[in-house]
């Protein structure tokens, strides 16, 4: 059985002391691919250092997330872009609009979301969206620049019904799967069935959000197999078929040519 985890942020300092038990542990559990998402200028260096050291294996995105989008955005926008045009990345992200700790920058935050899906208009590249309580401000923004002319996952995703409902009217636009679909607390268990299999993909975002029953601890790619499993439950189909279909969506979107396992 494979698995990708299409979101995760390994290379940051949360994993210093056990990367290479965390490798070992996503590998044994089937997990094959880890896409790398950017968060800011910073962490960039390390990000590159991992798929150096991963090569096949950890597959590198660019990106600006909204909470480190401040009054000189234009400034790591400028430093992103000199590094997009000069280095290997397999999309646009974590990108998007963040409006639950602070909308002091919507604008900003809005400015350099859309400054970032023309990259991935302009590069053919899909992008990995952050979108936390800004639905409707992110739909402006993906409308604004060209939604047709894009492609890419709504990361996270953990919307209303109506949500799901706009996201499923454009075929280009997949969703990323975590451990959210675990917890007690969603509902979205209840309406996830209406994107069939072929619009879903499978993520961590560890160290973050981890499963069940894992929520406390740190998150890493090996319970991508935990979100399959919940998957398959609500579905009603083999984990096998949730883990196929989602690889293959996974290899398609981000373009990944996959090892074999371990």
Not at 45 to 72: E, Q
Not at 143 to 159: A, C, E, M, T, Y
Not at 196 to 209: I, S
Request: glycine share 6%.
């Amino acid at each position: 059985m494979y698995l990708v985890d299409t979101h995760t942020h390994i290379y940051l300092d949360a994993f210093d002391a056990d990367l290479p038990d965390v490798m070992r542990r996503a590998l044994e559990a089937g997990v094959v691919a880890f896409c790398l998402p950017g968060i800011d200028v910073q962490s960039l260096p390390r990000l590159k250092a991992l798929c150096a050291h991963y090569p096949g294996r950890c597959f590198p995105m660019l990106g600006l997330h909204p909470t480190n989008v401040g009054p000189d955005y234009p400034k790591d926008l400028a430093l992103l872009r000199a590094e997009l045009d000069t280095s290997p990345s397999i999309g646009i992200g974590e990108i998007g609009v963040d409006l639950h700790w602070n909308s002091d920058y919507l604008h900003e935050q809005q400015a350099a979301f859309e400054e970032q899906l023309r990259w991935s208009i302009e590069k053919d590249l899909p992008v990995a969206i952050h979108m936390r309580e800004a639905f409707p401000q992110v739909f402006d923004s993906l409308h604004k620049v060209g939604i047709d002319k894009l492609r890419g996952v709504f990361h996270s995703f953990g919307g209303h019904r109506e949500e799901l409902e706009e996201i499923l009217r454009y075929p280009q636009f997949l969703l990323g799967i975590n451990g959210v679909v675990t917890y007690k607390n969603t509902d979205i268990r209840e309406y996830l069935t209406m994107a069939p299999l072929e619009r879903l993909v499978l993520e961590t975002d560890a160290p973050y959000l981890p499963p069940v029953p894992y929520r406390g601890k740190r998150n890493e790619p090996a319970y991508v197999a935990l979100i399959a499993q919940k998957v398959a439950e609500v579905y009603g189909v083999p984990v096998e078929k949730v883990a196929a279909k989602t690889t293959e969506n996974a290899t398609k979107l981000w373009r990944l040519l996959l090892p074999p396992p371990a």
